[in-house]
């Protein structure tokens, strides 16, 4: 037995830094392993409560354990008080705890009387973070009497002063030390109305909320591997997500208390007992794009601190199609994703003087062919909704007879990426091997529970690694295939449509969702008369005979009036007392028979001035053209500097294939200096397809200062189709300065296409201070059309101040036409606003005609000779300003002069002098 102690006490070392409680776990007898989450479709027990995205009571008093919300979720609250004031109690105020904890925010909607509501934004008065009002609560003049005032639950948040001031002289007051610091609430505040509230009774709203905002390692360049300004001890550097892995990790950290640092909800670890790089994968793989656009697993879920660990974590393993795993001690993640095989298991690395377990088909009893679910439906007021049975024929009848079950996912909101996940459990459930093999030391110190090898042709997960007291390893593994995760036959989530509020006609005194615009009627030789058009909501209702408006120029007190008599139309023209250049007011009302109460709709404004009479129709169709093509170039400065993430070690796998990986590493450290080359080469062949990649690795690293070189080297080769691709990625940290440089080039080419691609980007950063610089270049060509494209990005960010640019050529090439662009857009501002201005140049195609095209978005646009003695063309405010036009015809409306007294209208055919 010495001779296993001493192995033992060497593995430790390697393992778990030479502790000696470990040499003694491991000369004892070691068994690290996945929890399965397959087994859950045949031994479901019983939970205290559905675990889901909603909280659909209100709770009372004090009595009720901490929860929190992972994501975005629908709830009622927790009521902690109430207090009414004023003649007759007129005023009343309600608070109500959303969740523990800082939250992101109030999604734009809210629940009330069974229908959807718009939250409307209201100033801010106090030290809320929001204030809104809730659409359609308004009195007769049209001020709001439900109103809601959010705090997110930050530490140091104020005390609501309003709530405090109008409860001082009450017998329950709100005190001025309760600041709810660490607690996401609302005070609901409403002012009674017998018609709002009288029939209906005090309302319950259900919020939708944003939220915790959560730690992403990932995004944190003081943990290895991470990159960003996220720090695990300060939430302030927190985003919200909906990350299923990001959920996981942080519900293991704990929500703690603020003073006390008690862990209120979840497990209380600390980072250092969290397998960081399962987690990274995990939530690599869930922000991961499906081919539908949509990233592959997301999640959202109330939970409390009387919650079973256990239960809360299968959630959010069942929400990534995943397992939870304990590795060498540390707790981590498998997420439902493909993995390459990391060895072969073969004959010689199996002892024969040892027994092995293998089950290559379950039992009937242990496997299902009809799998049905539930999904969180927000189209349905996030209620639960039936997901598409996932269940095969040949199954079935292989089967002997239907074997049906069900597994929920209620903790998900997004209708494809249930269904996706159902389908997932029923590929795992139907795959089902199992196997119990003894393997040499050699082979078992060389794999790790969760990895992936294949054996007798096909891929096993190790779900358990075990050592006994003489160091025999032993693997349970459980069969798998990359083909469970491949959605190519998968169908979208069902389709759910909203329910739609009943509205009783009788009730209706005026016009619905009214709004009025202005438009131009064609006039005789192309020219155009200004009009007002008047939108509304078609009437179910045959009493009502007539739509009536009410218009006024804005800032005057005149009052003009038109009607419509078929209300069934929605909408109406009027050129009645409508002149140009103004911005017009208008309401509206309805005419009944038999009479009734009738109400005027609020005033609405146009959004812009009327157009002048004689301007033709094409200049706000060409206003709208070049507004939507800045807009798109914004989008895409927008896109371009969006975090690039470079995937380094990336996994290929080939079913059936052969191959080799070979890994050196050299490693030097004393203290806290390290330096280390890493290299690794792979080869795999198969039938199909072959594969080459390597991977280069250098570190040196000195206390906080660090330094980087990452090269990988990828090529593919198929029957139709080869890839070739090399990512470069030179990193240098001191403390919080940080240099980056990374390079990706991509050449790509099969039967039917082609496409060359290179990025480049350079980073430099102090205390939050980022300068950046990112060109990307890129040509496809197929057999329908060809596309270069060049595009250099330059941002700086300094103290919440930023400035940034880019220039953009492109060309295209199709039978549809030939297009070319450039462009080139600056922004700059702080995080509070910014200022966009920007030019481009373009040959485009419409209806098969080619034509040219230039715009300029800018505050003033000047052009100048370069001579003192001329004066510049000026575009500004709206206005063109030119001293000397030699102008041979003039088409136009009116012309006046710069002092007002002489106007000249052209279309009426009148002059006006004022003295």
Known sequence: MAIFTSIATAIA?????????AASLIGGALAFGAKLAIGKLTQQKQQKR??????????????????????????????????????????????FVLANGWCDGLEPYVYIYGEKKALVSRPLIGNEVANYHIEGFVNGSGDPVLTIRFYDGRPGQMVDQKLVDVTAALGNKWKSTSVNAGICYVIVERIYSDKLFGSKGRPEIEFVLRGLREYDPRKDSAVAGGSGTQRLNTPSTWVHTKNPAVHRLNYQLGLRALVSGRTLIGEGKSLGQMDLATYFVAMNVCDTLRSNGKKTYDCSLFVSGDDDHTEVLKQFDD??????????????????????????????????????????????????????????????????????PVYVNADIAADGRNRQTSVDFLQVTDPDIAQYLLNIRYRQNRMGGKATVPVSRRFGL????????????KSWLISEWRADERLRITLVLSETSAAIYDDDDIEPGPIVIPPTPPINPSLLSTVQNFNVAVGMINGAQGYDTPALVFTWTPPDDPTITAVRFSYQIEGTTELFE????????????????????????????ITTVPDRLRTFTPWMTTAQATGLQTLLTGLQQLQDDALNRFKELQQEMDEFFRPRLVELLDAFS??????????????????????????????????????????????????????????????????????????????????????????????RADADSALSSSITSLDAEVDGNLARLIQEETARANGDSANATSI????????????????????????????ARFSVLLRAGTSQSFKVSGFYVELYTEGGVQKSRMAVQADQFLVTSGNN??????????????AIANIGTVNAGLLQSLNGKMKIDLNNGTIEIFS
């Open 13 to 21: 070392g390697a393992l778990f830094g030479g502790s000696a409680l």
């Open 50 to 95: 559905k675990y889901t995205a909603v909280q659909g009571e209100i709770q009372f008093g004090g009595d009720v354990p901490v929860g929190t919300l992972y994501g975005v979720g629908k709830t009622k609250g927790q009521r902690t008080f109430y207090a009414k004031w004023g003649s007759g109690n007129k005023w009343n105020a309600e608070v």
């Open 319 to 388: 929400a990534m199609a995943g397992y939870g795993l304990n590795r060498r001690g540390l707790s981590g993640v498998i997420p439902g994703a493909s993995q390459i095989p990391v060895k072969d298991l073969t004959a010689t690395d199996i002892p024969i003087d040892r027994a092995k377990d293998v089950q290559f088909r379950p039992s009937a009893f242990e496997r299902f062919n009809h799998l049905s679910g539930q999904f969180t439906s927000i189209e349905s007021m996030w209620n639960p909704e039936s997901l598409k």
């Open 446 to 457: 060389a794999v790790q529970e969760g990895e992936w090898i294949t054996w007798r042709g």
């Open 562 to 589: 038109d009607q419509c008599t078929s209300p069934e139309d929605g909408l109406f023209r009027t050129t009645k007392n409508v002149v140009s250049g103004k911005v017009y007011n208008a309401r509206a009302t």
């Open 654 to 747: 080939l079913e059936g294939a052969v191959g080799q990986i070979e890994r050196q590493q050299i490693v030097a450290s004393i203290g806290d200096a390290l330096a280390q080359i890493t290299e690794e080469r792979r080869v795999r062949v198969s039938e199909n397809e072959a594969t080459a990649q390597l991977l280069k690795y250098l570190q040196a690293s000195l206390g906080g200062t660090n330094a980087r070189l990452i090269t990988e080297e990828t090529v593919r080769a198929t029957a139709d189709s080869a890839l070739s691709s090399q990512i470069t990625q030179l990193t240098a940290e001191t403390g919080s300065n940080a240099a980056a440089i990374q390079a990706e080039a991509t050449a």
């Open 792 to 819: 250099n990005g330059v941002s700086a960010d300094f103290n919440g101040r930023f400035a940034q640019g880019l220039v953009k050529f492109e060309a295209v090439a199709a039978p549809a036409g030939v297009d």
């Open 869 to 882: 003695r001329h004066y510049p063309l000026v575009f500004e405010n709206g206005e063109l300003k030119l």
